[in-house]
């Protein structure tokens, strides 16, 4: 099976930053189409953040537009996220996707971000 292990999260200040990261493994025997980033807070639905095709298309959440960039590595099957001017409102846990040529979904465990002072 694909598996997808993130790293990055971590606690910090209203307007710091951290970079996210996620990297597809395992048995990946057909190509990785979208991956992305999702959110979920406590007591709210998830929610995406922002992904990006296999072609490079992007799409991004309104509330994270100039400040959130995703970037991806096709040849390493890796996708990030740069989260700059982060803020209260950001904190969630952070949950990697990905989807194949199957239209099989992937998810990573989730990774705590949490923005406080």
């Known amino acids: 099976q694909v598996q997808l292990v993130e790293s990055g999260g971590g606690l910090v200040q209203p307007g710091g930053s951290l970079r996210l990261s996620c990297a597809a493994s395992?048995?990946?025997?057909?190509?990785?189409?979208?991956m992305g980033w999702y959110r979920q807070a406590p007591g709210k639905q998830r929610e995406l953040v922002a992904l990006?095709?296999?072609?490079?298309?992007?799409k991004n959440a309104d509330s994270v537009k100039g400040r959130f960039t995703i970037s991806r590595d096709n040849t390493k099957n890796t996708v990030s996220l740069q989260m700059n001017s982060l803020n209260v409102e950001d904190t969630a846990v952070y949950y990697c996707?990905?989807?194949?040529?199957?239209?099989?979904?992937?998810w990573g465990q989730g990774t705590q971000v949490t923005v406080s002072s």
């Open positions: 996707h990905a989807d194949d040529q199957r239209g099989r979904d992937y």
């Open positions: 395992g048995s990946i025997f057909f190509s990785i189409n979208d």
């Open positions: 990006v095709t296999s072609g490079g298309t992007t």
